[in-house]
Structure formats: structure tokens, C-alpha cells
């Protein structure tokens, strides 16, 4: 199984070939932006991302975001939880 995390973007280089500063729960990654990027790589900051293996993958809203990080640690808090 993949799973892709989000995270926001917080910096860029001046073209889609330079790598992106995301910040993915507290971390900041460099992750390539070539396959979300439309614009100018400025556009992208501050807006969020689906991170899978070093790669942007999409563009997703703050709900959604929100939403998958909260599932995440749901499913961090249940592979820990007492059985039985």
C-alpha cells in the first residue's frame, strides 16, 4: 500500500526543476514539484500537497490536508492501542 502525506509548501526555487521546501508535520522535506506545478513555483507556496516518495502528486485543499493528517495519526494511535 502507498500513502501519500500531505504537507504545505513554504519555499520554492525560480523554476519547477529546483526542489520545494514542504512542511510535512513539523519537518521540512525538499520534494520535487515538477508534476503539480502550472505557473511560477511561487504559486505554490503556502498551498498544500500530497508528498509520495519525494514527489508532489497533487495539490489538495486545507480540509482535505487537515482531514488526511488526522487519519494518519489515528491509524499511528491504533497500531499501538492494547489488544484484546
Known sequence: MCIGV???????????HQLAQVDVCGVKREVNIALVCE????ELVGQWVLVHVGFAMSVI???EARATLEALRNLELDDFAPQG
Open 61 to 63: 485543499d486545507e480540509e
Open 6 to 16: 500531505p504537507g504545505q509548501v513554504v519555499a520554492v526555487g525560480e523554476d519547477f
Open 39 to 42: 505557473g511560477h513555483p511561487r
